[in-house]
């Protein structure tokens, strides 16, 4: 009988993307997914760091799977649990202190070697349980990239997402990435070029490049140009994707406004399958905090940035990520953030409380913002951004948007896709459509998404 492999996915996209990897990973191992933890032989949570809430879930969900875990002891099963991702690189033995029945702790940069711990775990304890605390702990930073150890990807989706970029070296003062992912890491482009390939071959029609800092992507050449160039940016990678016949939209995120080269705002311009749509966060609109977060960039910098992209592609839409109360920040800093906000107009965007960070330089700042100062600026913020986003979306009522249509619905008989500008899209229509890319004349607007009727092809009389 096949072995089960619940796997839990917390944070970002990238988390996605590993999870993903894990899985193909474990196929070879005889492990077939299961959405129950009831029935699970291994559970795995590929966890988040980012924010201290996203840490807590991790510990709540911990004490669910041990309750699994107890009941199928009684039933002479076994489950083994392993906990990965940023959580797992930040506090490695700890977790074997607070969760002594978890039996491997791994890190984002020590996921392949899932198999051989898997398999020293079964093989030391003959399917029983590790003695409590026991568990193998693997969170270094190999010299070897994880990346040339994945297997081949044998399924995808029809949206599918590819890791081109990881880590980071900017050091944002609130944030953990550069500790928990590492230093930043470029994959070459030849490996990206095989793995977007296989993902069309595969029936992918929409791939999304990843990294932490994507736009800094700085990999080695796919094949040495004239001039003798051995590293390729974002935008030559994203051109030479372009290229590949199947492949119908292009996205990447998430990226820095500092690493933003004019070639890659002029490829918004130039190459169609790059979609008019660009998650680039900027965190606060006031220059004393972005200085304070190191950011490298004022809010003019910023500004400027997409004015050159809105002139490389007129009906680019944006999106961006912000934090409030970071320390120190008074209310003219947060009036700033809103000013940049009205100025720049949103599609879409993600804002959040700062969040302390253990070991960053932020989390010992003197002026911690308090908790009520903090919600209250973030209802400020959420209130305009909703409402930018509202008023964006029902500039689309009447328009037909092509749709890419990705998901199945919660409810019976609903498709979910994708407009370019990214907007969310459920409509009733046939299951036959999944996959496919149709255009939707859109009669409803809402702040979250927006609906409308598939347009099937109309026939020409020929007689
Ligand atoms: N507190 C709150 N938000 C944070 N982010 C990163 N670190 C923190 C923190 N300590 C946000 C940033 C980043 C997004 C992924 O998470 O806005 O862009
Ligand atoms: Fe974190 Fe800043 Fe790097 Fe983004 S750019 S991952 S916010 S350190």
């Known amino acids: 009988m096949a072995k089960k492999l619940y796997i839990k996915t917390y ?140 297997p081949v990807p044998e399924t995808t989706n029809v949206s599918a997402f590819l890791s081109i970029q990881e880590g980071c070296d900017k050091f944002c003062t609130y944030c953990v990435v550069p500790y928990t992912r590492g230093i930043e890491y470029s994959r070459p482009a030849k490996d990206i070029l095989a793995e977007a390939k296989k993902l069309v071959e595969l029936g992918a029609k929409e791939i999304t490049l990843l990294g932490q800092n994507v736009n800094a992507y700085h990999g080695q050449a796919a094949f040495l140009s004239n001039h003798g160039s051995t590293e390729w940016n974002l935008a030559r990678l994203l051109r030479e994707l372009a290229t590949l016949p199947g492949l119908e939209r292009l996205r990447y995120t998430t990226s820095h406004p500092d690493d933003m080269d004019q070639d890659l705002m002029d490829a918004h311009g130039d190459v169609p399958q790059l979609m008019p749509f660009l998650h680039l966060p900027v965190q606060s609109g006031s220059d004393r905090i972005l200085q304070a977060m190191n950011r490298k960039h004022t809010a003019k910098d910023y500004l400027k940035i997409i004015e050159r992209l809105r002139q490389s592609r007129p009906d680019i839409a944006f999106s961006s990520d912000f934090i409030v109360g970071f320390p120190g920040e008074t209310n003219e800093d947060h009036q700033a953030t809103l000013k940049l906000v009205q100025e720049v107009v949103y599609s879409q965007a993600y804002s959040f409380k700062y969040s302390i960070r253990p070991g960053t330089p932020a989390g010992s700042m003197d002026l911690q913002v308090p908790e009520t100062v903090k919600t209250e600026r973030l209802h400020e913020l959420q209130a305009l951004l909703n409402q930018q986003q509202l008023a964006f979306n029902q500039q689309f009522l009447g328009t037909l948007q092509p749709v890419l249509f990705d998901r199945i619905g919660k409810e019976e008989g609903q498709l979910l896709g994708k407009t370019p500008y990214m907007q969310s899209v459920p409509v009733t229509a046939s299951k036959r459509l999944f996959g496919q890319l149709m255009n939707v004349i859109i009669k409803g607007a809402h702040a979250n998404s927006i609906t409308g009727e598939v347009v099937t092809e109309i026939r020409k009389h020929t007689a």
């Open 11 to 150: 944070g970002c996209q990238m988390n996605v993307y590993d999870s993903e990897r894990m899985v193909d990973l474990l196929k070879p191992l005889g492990y077939q997914v299961t959405d129950e933890p009831a029935e699970a032989d291994i559970a795995l949570l590929n966890t988040c760091h980012i924010r201290e809430k996203a840490e807590q879930k991790v510990y709540s969900d911990l004490g669910r799977l041990r309750q699994h875990q107890n009941l199928r002891q009684k039933q002479g099963k076994s489950l083994f649990i392993g906990v990965g991702g940023c959580v797992a690189q930040a506090e490695g033995e700890e977790i074997l202190k607070q969760a002594p029945y978890v039996s491997m702790v791994f890190g984002p940069q020590t996921y392949h070697r899932l198999p051989e711990m898997i398999a020293k775990i079964v093989r030391q304890h003959e399917g029983r349980l590790p003695q409590a605390g026991r568990g193998i702990v693997d969170t270094e930073f190999p010299f070897e990239s994880k990346f040339d150890a994945l």
